[in-house]
């Protein structure tokens, strides 16, 4: 089962535009992670929250994180053309769980 | 440079004919994982090691087997291939402190026919 879901599975924006991504998760965590995937290609790691952080920030991405509503939300600010990719947020293990977890991601696409 | 590789990037095998994907890296991670991406299901977990002579199955273990004999090494085993297999694999690592932030493989596709 996954314990991570995005939401909403494909986006599609104009170049210049915002897109704001969310993952929802079942469990506790102690920290959420975005991943970028460009086609076909391995998963890059974006930006870590951690369970005791509201919010985070790394040039364009803002990330948030409410853990009263088991909720994360990915923006990206001033999108271009090559921000065109998946994006999956993950949840590592915790406890005696000892799997990592991704949803099924977000396909974001930027038309120029 | 710091990087996980996988060998090969491209296969396509007949059904029953085994099969090892390697899977290595050169930080000295603890964790590694398995990963098997099909269009529609995102990534699912095949198999994952803690340390050396731990591994443990995931989601999707059925038909896969691995090993850990080293702290860098984690192949991925079909012993006996199937064409639901078929599908692009991602081998994974971290460490175990703190964040587990995952270093992704390039990805092996792999077709069974």
């Known amino acids: 089962s996954q314990q991570g879901e995005e939401d909403p599975q494909a986006l599609s924006i104009q170049e210049g535009e915002n897109a704001t991504m969310n993952c929802s998760y079942k469990?506790?965590?102690?920290?959420l992670q975005w991943y970028r995937q460009n086609s076909g290609r391995g998963l890059v790691h974006l930006i870590l929250?951690?369970?005791?952080?509201r919010e985070k920030h790394s040039g364009r991405l803002r990330v948030t994180l409410d853990t009263s509503k088991k909720s994360s939300s990915l923006l990206i600010t001033a999108s271009r053309a090559a921000d065109t990719a998946s994006y999956f947020c993950?949840?590592?293990?915790?406890?005696?769980?000892?799997?990592?977890?991704f949803g099924k991601g977000i396909t974001l696409s930027v038309r120029p | 440079e710091a990087q996980v590789t996988q060998n090969p990037r491209y296969l396509i095998t007949v059904t029953g004919k085994k099969l090892t994907v390697t899977c290595s890296q050169n930080m000295n991670h603890e964790y590694m994982s398995w990963y098997r991406q099909d269009p529609g299901l995102g990534l699912r977990q095949i198999y994952y090691s803690m340390n050396v002579e731990v591994t443990d199955k995931g989601d999707v273990p059925e038909g896969y087997k691995v090993s850990r004999k080293e702290k860098r090494n984690f192949p991925l085993i079909l012993e006996s291939p199937s064409p639901n297999q078929t599908s692009l694999y991602f081998c994974a690592s971290s460490t175990r402190r703190d964040s587990y932030e995952q270093y992704f493989g390039p990805g092996t596709r792999l077709t069974v026919t």
């Open positions: 993950a949840t590592p293990p915790t406890g005696a769980n000892s799997k990592l977890t």
């Open positions: 469990t506790s965590i102690n920290n």
């Open positions: 929250i951690r369970s005791n952080e």
